[in-house]
């Protein structure tokens, strides 16, 4: 039994007698023809002429070219991917007198307006509503590029899509079709514009046919409303509702429709998990769970065609080193072909780690070439520099000029040479290289307001081009489900739907209107999207549609909140009986939850110890223990393991450098002011001097550091920010009672065993009273609450670590551990201390509120913790046992080692299921 999606009798006489059908898209034909062939009981038969109206008006036109009949042969058909570049170009060069931030959206938006406007709007009608309201400026600047566009377009003897059906159909009145074109059947076009209208009134002796007007199935329809706590709660229950149908129903035509394209992601993999789990790791390429009516993954976004722009792209003078890291390590091509493949690898990975590792966004093209070329450094690559120096030759040979075909043909020519694509292992990459041959070969035959231009600029129009092609989906007659937005089902019929997202945000969908034509022009002529009145229209018509397609039942859901808003149902929903979510469904979902969880496997902790052995000596600094009392994971990761998290890459200067800098600032500050009594008995200018000379230490490392970055006007800028914060923490500095700095930047040592530290402490004031205090800098905008240190495992244990040491290092008495916070938005002191002598900054521990401990009963504990933490991590202690997952698993980088968010994951499934 056949699966129904379009019923074929009220269409079959038309096409038994060779009527030509006209559809509104690839899906109705689709749906015709497999079900036209599963009709027949011999399956050997000519192919019904059934065409989408666009490629009807494409080959038609195609058609009249080739017999040379004007003006088709001398006006060439191009795609909306080719106009959306010629608008680009447009807009690029207008850009000294009208300043865009983004060409590319905003030649996106005017070429849809474009469209739009010409299939609604009569040519005379837009010509003169926009010369009348060339008062806005918006719309002045539209006319402008339209002018351009049509010029362009007649200079080259270009004609886009909705041009030509206009011509096509005053042709039609002039001169008729040809002969064997005459008899036409108008299958389901629902509120079709009025060019397509018009377009069809030409047509000789049209008939419209409507498969699912009758209405029949809606009277007894089930309708039923579902609400659910979250998105996810809401489409995993859709997949498990379709898996109970089909278990039930196999040839079943199951529609879920969605409000909102976003989801299909999420739709996607929810029904591979559900329908067909073995298929949930395999190349999605490979198995599609649903008919779709287009694939939101463009050419672009596909790693093997990224990876071919990440290539191209190495002519430029400076690289993202992400894009690097990500060639370095790319199976989809052999950057180094050489027999000595396992050192070149090596070399690879080892040229990778040195990139993360420096942090920096981006680097320039000369340093990345400095790695590879010199023989005596540990990166050399004959081949991958040699590669890099054939590139940048054969753009030179062209003077980085070049056609469109000499840059289609060089850019050939380099993938080749550097190994793209590799090793083809699938059908889905084979269709890729196909997608990217037939893109450059569209990008060799297009015309150019420049007839030669830089490799940049095709660069960029051949990555136009590959962003808005999307990836073709293959209609399959075997698959019972579609998912479609409500627009793509309309013209369908389904034995079940689902609708998902039914709130009251989304149905009807929220107007967006064109931002190039009039509103008044949009509302006149009741342009889609236009107005809230047509779009209640449009969302009515479609939705009743929709309940006359359903045959069985129809499911209408929605969730209460996204975590910013609370939703409600769509009022289109009040007929709908409302029905609480499956209990079952949420039983069979945790199951299959956590059954899929731990087949990764992750079901057994291993609990064993590794003690330190004897020979076994761990050195480092008050990280070690911070990250054994935070995570004994950690801790031995980072210090048994000597693991490296790859380090996040930020850009401009870095804050560890900025960091860095702060301290080399203050260290060369309190050099020149000792104590209190130095700080008021200098003259302002003098201390203005030493803040000017602080300053500029700390800019001369950063300018070691990051030489290409720092420009003399960003070196000023750095300077003065450095001086103008070294000024208000002065002013701090003058309101502390009596104080004499006695050590800067001090170093101590310490071992527990077969864990030797290393401290060194920003500085050590000597009070009033003769006792110490120990000051730590810290210029993020983070820093430790001295109340976690009273915690039973604190996650940050530096401050009562550098108490403890320096005690047992005979600095004593101790009074006082504070942390100078010295940042943009906070320049202040925090801490703990016996007495009021440090600063007023920091309360007697005496008069804190929130412990009632005493300053000796706070700092035995913090020895007692210390002791028996250093003692842990000697004993091997190594459990995943995080403090706080929320903090303390953020940035530690070690979750895919540790698979602390696999363990959690099932718990909050767990969690959220009951909940709902």
Same mark, same amino acid.
């Given at each position: $039994?056949?699966?129904?999606?379009?019923?074929? &009798?009220?269409?079959?006489?038309?096409?038994?007698?060779?009527?030509?059908?006209?559809?509104?898209?690839?899906?109705?034909?689709?749906?015709?023809?497999?079900?036209?062939?599963?009709?027949?009981?011999?399956?050997?038969? *000519?192919?019904?002429?059934?065409?989408?109206?666009?490629?009807?008006?494409?080959?038609?036109?195609?058609?009249?070219?080739?017999?040379?009949?004007?003006?088709?042969?001398?006006?060439?058909?191009?795609?909306?991917? @080719?106009?959306?570049?010629?608008?680009?170009?447009?807009?690029?060069?207008?850009?000294?007198?009208?300043?865009?931030?983004?060409?590319?959206?905003?030649?996106?938006?005017?070429?849809?307006?474009?469209?739009?406007?010409?299939?609604?709007?009569?040519?005379?009608? /837009?010509?003169?509503?926009?010369?009348?309201?060339?008062?806005?400026?918006?719309?002045?600047?539209?006319?402008?590029?339209?002018?351009?566009?049509?010029?362009?377009?007649?200079?080259?003897?270009?004609?886009?899509?909705?041009?030509? $059906?206009?011509?096509?159909?005053?042709?039609?009145?002039?001169?008729?079709?040809?002969?064997?074109? +005459?008899?036409?059947?108008?299958?389901?076009?629902?509120?079709?514009?009025?060019?397509?209208?018009?377009?069809?009134?030409?047509?000789? =002796?049209?008939?419209?046919?409507?498969?699912?007007?009758?209405?029949?199935?809606?009277?007894?329809?089930?309708?039923?409303?579902?609400?659910?706590?979250?998105?996810?709660?809401?489409?995993?229950?859709?997949?498990?509702?379709?898996?109970?149908?089909?278990?039930?129903?196999? =040839?079943?035509?199951?529609?879920?429709?969605?409000?909102?394209?976003?989801?299909?992601?999420?739709?996607?993999?929810?029904? +591979?998990?559900?329908?067909?789990?073995?298929?949930?790791?395999?190349?999605?390429?490979?198995?599609?769970?649903?008919? $779709?009516?287009?694939?939101?993954?463009?050419?672009?976004?596909?790693?093997?065609?990224?990876?071919?722009?990440?290539?191209?792209?190495?002519?430029?003078?400076?690289?993202?080193?992400?894009?690097?890291?990500?060639?370095?390590? *790319?199976?989809?091509?052999?950057?180094?072909?050489?027999?000595?493949?396992?050192?070149?690898?090596?070399?690879?990975?080892?040229?990778?780690?040195?990139?993360?590792?420096?942090?920096?966004?981006?680097?320039?093209?000369?340093?990345?070439?400095?790695?590879?070329?010199?023989?005596?450094?540990?990166?050399?690559?004959?081949?991958?520099?040699?590669?890099?120096?054939?590139?940048?030759?054969?753009?030179?040979?062209?003077?980085?000029?070049?056609?469109?075909?000499?840059?289609?043909?060089?850019?050939?020519?380099?993938?080749?040479?550097?190994?793209?694509?590799?090793?083809?292992?699938?059908?889905?990459? +084979?269709?890729?290289?196909?997608?990217?041959?037939?893109?450059?070969?569209?990008?060799?035959?297009?015309?150019?307001?420049?007839?030669?231009?830089?490799?940049?600029?095709?660069?960029?129009?051949?990555?136009?081009?590959?962003?808005?092609?999307?990836?073709?989906?293959?209609?399959?007659?075997?698959?019972?489900?579609?998912?479609?937005?409500?627009?793509?089902?309309?013209?369908?019929?389904?034995?079940? #739907?689902?609708?998902?997202?039914?709130?009251?945000?989304?149905?009807?969908?929220?107007?967006?209107?064109?931002?190039?034509?009039?509103?008044?022009?949009?509302?006149?002529?009741?342009?889609?999207?236009?107005?809230? @009145?047509?779009?209640?229209?449009?969302? %009515?018509?479609?939705?009743?549609?929709? %309940?006359?397609?359903?045959?069985?039942?129809?499911?209408?859901?929605?969730?209460?909140?996204?975590?910013?808003?609370?939703?409600?149902? *769509?009022?289109?929903?009040?007929?709908?009986?409302?029905?609480?979510?499956?209990?079952?469904?949420?039983?069979?979902?945790?199951?299959?939850?956590?059954?899929? /969880?731990?087949?990764?496997?992750?079901?057994? #902790?291993?609990?064993?110890?590794?003690?330190?052995?004897?020979?076994?000596?761990?050195?480092?600094?008050?990280?070690?223990?911070?990250?054994?009392?935070?995570?004994?994971?950690?801790?031995?990761?980072?210090?048994?393991?000597?693991?490296?998290?790859?380090?996040?890459?930020?850009?401009?200067?870095?804050?560890?450098?900025?960091?860095?800098?702060?301290?080399?600032?203050?260290?060369?500050?309190?050099?020149?002011?000792?104590?209190?009594?130095?700080?008021?008995?200098?003259?302002?200018?003098? /201390?203005?001097?030493?803040?000017? @000379?602080?300053?500029?230490?700390?800019?001369?490392?950063?300018?070691?550091?990051?030489?290409?970055?720092?420009?003399?006007?960003?070196?000023?800028?750095?300077?003065?920010?450095?001086?103008?914060?070294?000024?208000?923490?002065?002013?701090?500095?003058?309101?502390?009672?009596?104080?004499? #700095?006695?050590?800067?930047?001090?170093?101590?040592?310490?071992?527990? @065993?077969?864990?030797?530290?290393?401290?060194?402490?920003?500085?050590?004031?000597?009070?009033?009273?003769? *006792?110490?205090?120990?000051?730590?800098?810290?210029?993020?905008?983070?820093?430790?609450?001295?109340?976690?240190?009273?915690?039973?495992?604190?996650?940050? $244990?530096?401050?009562?670590?550098?108490?403890?040491?320096?005690?047992?290092?005979?600095?004593?008495?101790?009074?006082?551990?504070?942390?100078?916070?010295? =940042?943009?938005?906070?320049?202040?002191?925090?801490?703990?201390?016996?007495?009021?002598?440090?600063?007023?900054?920091?309360?007697?521990?005496?008069?804190?509120?929130?412990?009632?401990?005493?300053? &000796?009963?706070?700092?035995?504990?913090?020895?007692?913790?210390?002791?028996?933490?250093?003692?842990?991590?000697?004993?091997?202690?190594?459990?995943?046992?995080?403090?706080?997952?929320?903090?303390?698993?953020?940035?530690?980088?070690?979750?895919?080692?540790?698979?602390?968010?696999?363990?959690?994951?099932?718990?909050?499934?767990?969690?959220?299921?009951?909940?709902?």
């Amino acid at each position: $039994m056949e699966i129904n999606r379009i019923n074929l &009798e009220k269409i079959l006489p038309y096409i038994n007698d060779d009527f030509i059908l006209l559809v509104p898209n690839q899906r109705i034909k689709d749906a015709i023809i497999s079900q036209y062939l599963e009709s027949l009981p011999n399956k050997a038969c *000519s192919t019904p002429a059934i065409f989408p109206i666009d490629i009807f008006v494409k080959k038609h036109w195609e058609l009249n070219a080739r017999k040379l009949i004007q003006p088709y042969c001398n006006l060439q058909l191009i795609s909306t991917r @080719e106009e959306l570049l010629i608008w680009n170009e447009i807009i690029e060069t207008s850009l000294q007198s009208i300043p865009l931030l983004n060409t590319e959206e905003t030649a996106n938006s005017a070429s849809h307006s474009y469209r739009i406007a010409k299939q609604w709007i009569t040519n005379e009608i /837009l010509d003169k509503e926009l010369s009348i309201n060339s008062p806005i400026k918006d719309t002045a600047v539209f006319s402008r590029w339209v002018k351009d566009y049509q010029k362009y377009c007649q200079k080259h003897q270009l004609i886009g899509l909705v041009d030509a $059906m206009l011509t096509l159909t005053e042709e039609r009145k002039k001169n008729g079709l040809a002969k064997y074109l +005459k008899k036409f059947v108008l299958v389901n076009f629902f509120n079709p514009p009025p060019l397509y209208k018009l377009f069809f009134k030409a047509l000789p =002796n049209f008939v419209e046919v409507f498969t699912n007007s009758d209405g029949g199935y809606a009277l007894n329809l089930k309708k039923i409303k579902l609400e659910f706590q979250s998105q996810n709660s809401e489409i995993k229950n859709c997949a498990i509702w379709a898996k109970s149908i089909l278990k039930k129903y196999p =040839n079943a035509h199951i529609g879920i429709i969605t409000t909102e394209k976003s989801v299909r992601p999420k739709v996607e993999l929810a029904l +591979k998990n559900t329908l067909a789990p073995e298929h949930l790791f395999t190349n999605p390429a490979n198995y599609a769970p649903a008919n $779709m009516a287009s694939n939101d993954k463009t050419l672009f976004e596909h790693a093997l065609i990224y990876d071919a722009f990440l290539i191209l792209k190495l002519s430029e003078d400076q690289y993202y080193t992400d894009d690097i890291i990500r060639l370095l390590q *790319s199976p989809y091509l052999d950057i180094c072909q050489r027999a000595q493949e396992d050192q070149e690898n090596e070399i690879s990975t080892s040229l990778s780690n040195k990139l993360r590792q420096q942090a920096n966004p981006t680097i320039k093209g000369r340093e990345f070439f400095n790695f590879i070329k010199n023989p005596d450094s540990p990166f050399y690559s004959k081949a991958l520099s040699s590669q890099l120096v054939g590139l940048r030759s054969k753009i030179r040979r062209i003077k980085n000029l070049g056609t469109p075909l000499e840059w289609s043909l060089l850019f050939e020519d380099i993938l080749s040479e550097f190994g793209w694509p590799g090793k083809i292992i699938d059908n889905g990459e +084979k269709y890729l290289v196909r997608e990217w041959q037939e893109l450059l070969k569209k990008f060799s035959a297009l015309p150019s307001m420049s007839p030669r231009f830089s490799c940049n600029v095709a660069l960029i129009k051949l990555q136009l081009l590959a962003k808005k092609t999307l990836q073709q989906n293959y209609y399959n007659t075997s698959l019972p489900v579609s998912f479609f937005s409500i627009s793509e089902a309309i013209g369908l019929e389904f034995d079940y #739907v689902w609708l998902l997202g039914m709130d009251d945000h989304r149905w009807p969908e929220p107007i967006n209107p064109s931002p190039f034509l009039p509103y008044s022009l949009q509302n006149k002529f009741n342009i889609p999207n236009s107005n809230c @009145e047509t779009q209640l229209d449009t969302a %009515l018509l479609q939705f009743q549609q929709l %309940l006359i397609s359903t045959r069985i039942a129809i499911n209408a859901s929605y969730h209460q909140s996204d975590g910013n808003q609370e939703f409600r149902p *769509s009022n289109f929903l009040k007929d709908f009986n409302p029905e609480a979510a499956s209990k079952e469904s949420d039983k069979l979902l945790s199951e299959k939850a956590i059954s899929q /969880l731990d087949s990764m496997p992750i079901d057994q #902790v291993d609990t064993e110890k590794f003690a330190l052995t004897a020979t076994e000596n761990i050195t480092g600094g008050a990280s070690i223990i911070s990250d054994q009392s935070s995570c004994p994971f950690k801790a031995f990761a980072l210090n048994r393991l000597k693991l490296s998290p790859q380090p996040s890459i930020e850009s401009g200067i870095s804050k560890t450098a900025r960091g860095t800098a702060i301290h080399i600032a203050l260290e060369t500050l309190f050099e020149k002011i000792t104590s209190d009594k130095a700080l008021k008995s200098i003259s302002s200018h003098q /201390l203005s001097e030493y803040f000017t @000379e602080a300053a500029v230490a700390a800019v001369e490392f950063l300018s070691k550091t990051h030489r290409d970055l720092l420009t003399p006007r960003l070196k000023n800028i750095e300077q003065q920010r450095i001086y103008r914060l070294l000024s208000k923490f002065i002013e701090l500095e003058k309101e502390r009672p009596k104080f004499k #700095v006695v050590a800067r930047e001090e170093t101590l040592f310490f071992k527990f @065993e077969n864990l030797k530290l290393t401290l060194r402490i920003d500085r050590i004031d000597q009070l009033e009273d003769g *006792s110490f205090a120990l000051i730590d800098y810290k210029t993020g905008k983070y820093s430790p609450s001295p109340k976690s240190w009273n915690d039973d495992r604190p996650e940050d $244990m530096q401050l009562p670590l550098y108490y403890y040491i320096a005690s047992k290092n005979k600095l004593q008495p101790i009074n006082a551990v504070a942390i100078a916070n010295i =940042n943009i938005e906070k320049i202040n002191y925090t801490g703990m201390a016996s007495s009021d002598k440090f600063s007023e900054k920091i309360k007697a521990i005496d008069k804190e509120t929130w412990t009632k401990l005493s300053w &000796e009963q706070a700092t035995n504990i913090w020895v007692e913790k210390i002791t028996s933490i250093a003692s842990e991590f000697n004993q091997g202690e190594c459990a995943v046992n995080p403090v706080n997952t929320a903090s303390s698993c953020t940035y530690c980088g070690l979750q895919a080692l540790c698979r602390i968010q696999e363990l959690t994951d099932i718990q909050r499934v767990i969690d959220e299921d009951f909940n709902s």
